[in-house]
């Protein structure tokens, strides 16, 4: 997949994005009286969309300064960024080799998926139960922009994410939310080999339908039963389409 450099933009302090980015991905300069993203923090959400995107693919191997270079960026936010992506395990880095993208590995899709199914599974039951009115009708609206069917792959994979994310928000717990970002997160690296097929594409959106429903009826039973029905059929999924990839 080609990399595009992103470019500077003029002012005291450069802001930095992704060429052809869309507004939901796109590193975007704060509004007046909101304070200023650090180059740090600018560094390390552009790398990290690009790992969890696949733009920096699997295994890739990746050299701090021609990330540096391709991102308009000096050497120290680069390497405060990897630092952080490395604790995070979106990235190892290994003697006489440099940094290199983490590998999907089976094990890996099994122990997020046990972990999403317990605290996601949880989270939806605690939804179903605390949501507003206001959160609800935004988790709809999320919804709505899901099924439009000219989506492309990177759009539908974060309206997916904001979907379980405005899930775990009207959930009222914080450290739930927390825990159930990085796992999700981690897990878009996994959509992208298998969001790609319009069919399961349909499948994750007609479980949306069903969990969201649930939650509009206060159902924290069905809510949750669904919920693991959703990660558990994610789990076969990419499991099915890496034992394909590694006999390919």
Not at 2 to 9: F, I, P, V, W
Not at 159 to 167: A, G, M, P, S, T
């Amino acid at each position: 997949m080609a990399l595009t450099a992103a470019r500077k933009k003029g002012g005291k302090r450069p802001a930095v994005k992704k060429a052809n980015a869309k507004p939901p991905v796109r590193a975007a300069r704060p509004s007046a009286g909101q304070p200023e993203i650090s180059l740090k923090e600018q560094a390390y959400q552009l790398i990290k969309h690009r790992i969890i995107t696949c733009a920096f693919r699997p295994g890739e191997d990746l050299n701090e300064a021609s990330v540096a270079a391709l991102l308009k960026f000096g050497r120290t936010p680069i390497n405060q960024a990897f630092d952080r992506l490395r604790i995070e395990g979106l990235v190892d880095v290994l003697p006489r080799k440099g940094i290199v993208v983490r590998s999907i590995g089976l094990e890996e899709v099994i122990q997020i998926s046990e972990a999403r199914v317990l605290n996601e599974g949880y989270c939806v039951r605690l939804a179903a139960e605390r949501a507003s009115a206001v959160e609800i009708a935004e988790l709809g609206e999320v919804l709505t922009e899901l099924v439009k069917p000219d989506n492309d792959l990177e759009r539908f994979m974060m309206l997916d994410r904001d979907f379980h994310q405005r899930i775990a928000k009207a959930a009222k717990n914080d450290v739930l939310a927390d825990i159930l970002l990085n796992l999700n997160e981690r897990s878009l690296r996994m959509w992208s080999l298998t969001l790609a097929d319009n069919e399961h594409q349909a499948s994750v959106n007609a479980d949306h339908r069903d969990i969201f429903r649930a939650i509009c009826h206060r159902d924290a039973d069905e809510a949750e039963q669904i919920m693991r029905r959703h990660i558990t059929s994610f789990r076969h999924t990419i499991l099915e389409k890496l034992a394909t990839l590694q006999t390919a």
